[in-house]
């Protein structure tokens, strides 16, 4: 099996761990993507790659910006590679395409390697535990309480109010990087996927009034 590899994720360990494995493979082409457009780059010359992505340290807002790189490469094959994805985010993108495979990075090592080599078959693969999650029984959203930090309740009201992740960082004097990842769990709690959806629960919840939402 002969394919090219991608890893779009910006942790060192991640990135040593894979490139030693794939050491080890031999038959494994090796390359690292630190940003979208150097993603873009690389899957415009190897259309038929396996990425290895990162979604919750990368920067790729939600599931239809994963669908349109989906549509665009359609030939490439894309592992969700992350400490922490929810249930609901991972049926939309199942939904989307037999291209996404889902592992985690509590995976144990052999879980690993058979994704990898599902994936370098253009077949999906989804680890245990979160196969485990999808099958368990779903709370009701009206029982289950929402824990935001401080910081996560500030920028729900900030995107609430129509601030750009950009604008909010500027504000806060943060990095993009940053709040993007603040704006992904602050999405992964309130289970939602849109910034519509979080604007309506932080207007039920009193983050904001209507008069300032339609100013």
Not at 169 to 191: C, D, M, P
Request: charged share 30%.
């Amino acid at each position: 099996m002969d394919y090219h590899l991608i890893l779009a994720d910006r942790q060192d360990i991640t990135r040593a761990g894979m490139l030693y494995y794939c050491q080890s493979l031999g038959e494994v082409e090796y390359r690292q993507a630190d940003d979208k457009t150097e993603l873009i780059e690389q899957l415009k010359r190897h259309a038929d790659a396996v990425v290895v992505l990162d979604y919750t340290l990368f920067d790729i807002n939600d599931v239809d910006e994963l669908e349109i790189l989906h549509q665009r490469f359609p030939r490439a094959q894309w592992v969700l590679f992350s400490v922490d994805l929810s249930a609901d985010f991972v049926r939309r993108v199942i939904a989307v395409s037999p291209c996404f495979s889902i592992l985690l990075k509590e995976s144990p090592m052999q879980e690993i390697r058979d994704c990898l080599q599902y994936a370098g078959r253009h077949q999906r693969y989804i680890c245990q535990r979160m196969a485990e999650l999808l099958l368990a029984p779903q709370p009701s959203r009206v029982e289950e309480e929402v824990r935001l930090t401080p910081t996560e309740t500030e920028i729900l009201k900030d995107i609430a109010l129509g601030l750009t992740t950009r604008e909010i960082a500027e504000k806060r004097f943060s990095s993009f990087h940053t709040v993007n990842t603040h704006r992904k769990n602050i999405f992964r709690k309130l289970g939602v996927n849109t910034v519509h959806e979080a604007t309506k629960y932080a207007l039920r919840a009193g983050l904001i009034d209507s008069a300032e939402y339609y100013i």
